[in-house]
């Protein structure tokens, strides 16, 4: 049985004021959480006995030290879950620390800039779309939605564990970036064809823009080469969903 004192705390963590204070985050899901369980330091774990008895002998070494509560159903997750069918497992993990920028431009080959990307759902997807494509490291602006919102965790399907995601002063950090050699490239409405443009994904930095208003003023600048993925037909949106767009872009760099 889940005590009221951890089900207050675990609900506090839907909001980013508490997982900011305590440093963590939840998720849920047998694959989910499942797959996080030898990236991520687990701290509480709620979770049918049957649950547990299915864990391979390796993943049951990640949950020694884990405060484990054992509910008889999912619907005893009911009242800690975010999702609206709980699942058999629902976890807390310690965030992770993330790389200094001395690391990130010795160890990537390209860099994927997030510019106040807000929803949860895009963003989630882009994370998981750039562990697809190698990518290993992700860098925000302090106004992209939370890494560790419970939604943005679901939508990445745990690819989260795979690649390092830090907020920063973006204008700042890709400024420092470009002194020492690093290529930026930006989607904007004035850009150049990207299927008919040479792409270079070698100490490149990709920025992907928000949802409604695309690349923020002061990022546009420092962008070397404008890129336009162009429209066939008439459209009645003016806009591409900002995870499609990035899908189609980073396809664009590796294909080539």
């Known amino acids: 049985m889940i005590s009221k004192a951890k089900i207050k705390l675990f609900n506090s963590l839907s909001h ?3 997982r900011d204070t305590l440093n963590l985050f939840t998720a849920e899901g047998d694959k ?4 996080l369980l030898s990236h ?14 299915n864990l391979t002998t390796e993943k049951h070494s990640f949950i020694r030290q884990t405060d484990t509560i054992i509910v008889d159903s999912a619907d005893e997750i009911k009242k800690i879950s975010t999702l609206n069918t709980p699942s058999p497992v629902f976890a807390v993990f310690e965030k992770p620390e993330t790389k200094s920028l001395n690391e990130l431009s010795s160890s990537s080959q390209m860099i994927l800039a997030l510019d106040t990307i807000q929803d949860p759902g895009n963003m989630g997807t882009i994370i998981r779309t750039a562990d697809w494509f190698g990518i290993k490291e992700i860098i925000c602006s ?10 943005v965790v679901q939508a990445t399907m745990g690819a989260i564990a795979n690649v390092n995601i830090s907020y920063c002063n973006l204008e700042q950090t890709i400024s420092q970036l470009k ?12 850009g150049q064809n990207i299927y008919s443009s040479t792409l270079d994904k070698n100490k490149t ?11 923020s003023q002061e990022i546009i600048p420092l962008i070397d080469t404008p890129l336009l993925i162009p429209t ?3 459209p009645i949106s003016d806009s591409m969903n900002v995870a499609i767009a990035t899908a189609i872009t980073l396809s664009e760099f590796f294909r080539k």
Request: proline share 2%; glycine share 8%.
């Open 16 to 18: 980013k004021k508490f």
């Open 232 to 234: 066939f037909g008439k």
């Open 32 to 35: 989910l959480v499942t797959d």
């Open 142 to 151: 302090f106004t992209t939605a939370d890494i560790f919102n419970p939604k």
């Open 179 to 190: 002194q020492n050699d690093w290529h930026v490239y930006g989607t904007l409405l004035n």
């Open 40 to 53: 991520f330091e687990c701290k509480y774990l709620v979770a049918e006995q049957k649950w547990i008895d």
């Open 205 to 215: 930095i990709l920025v992907m823009g928000n949802e409604g208003k695309g690349i």
